[in-house]
């Protein structure tokens, strides 16, 4: 993979995950707040960035020969993803219950742990 390949797919990465975090959390309190409709459309754009976001970490992991460090981030990742969509359609459902506590706890976990190990301050 050419060295132009790699740098559009770590700046589209980066820039996915500023805009899906920030989309996620306008989301959420939507969902919250009733506003349903609004709501059900920023979610189905936050997959969308779940799926950028997936494709551009896939390609960036092959650039670096599936290194250790970023498998663990991948699968943070994917984790992530996971606690994302369950706040959001759990809490639409209306079927979150105590659960959200939980999630919540994964999210910021993971989304901390993802973000130190993405900017080089976690390393083994």
Avoid at 36 to 63: C, N, P, Q, S
Avoid at 83 to 99: V, Y
């Amino acid at each position: 993979m050419s060295p132009e390949l790699y740098n559009i797919f770590y700046e589209s990465h980066r820039g996915s995950w500023a805009i899906l975090i920030i989309l996620f959390l306008v989301s959420y309190f939507l969902i919250k707040a009733g506003k349903g409709k609004a709501g059900k459309i920023l979610h189905m754009i936050v997959r969308l960035f779940f799926v950028i976001m997936l494709i551009t970490g896939a390609g960036m992991l092959v650039y670096w020969q599936f290194a250790f460090l970023f498998i663990v981030k991948g699968v943070l990742a994917i984790v992530l993803i996971y606690a994302m969509e369950m706040l959001l359609t759990r809490t639409s459902k209306g079927t979150i219950g105590q659960q959200a506590r939980i999630y919540w706890i994964v999210f910021i976990t993971c989304l901390v742990l993802v973000a130190l190990i993405g900017y080089n301050v976690i390393s083994f």
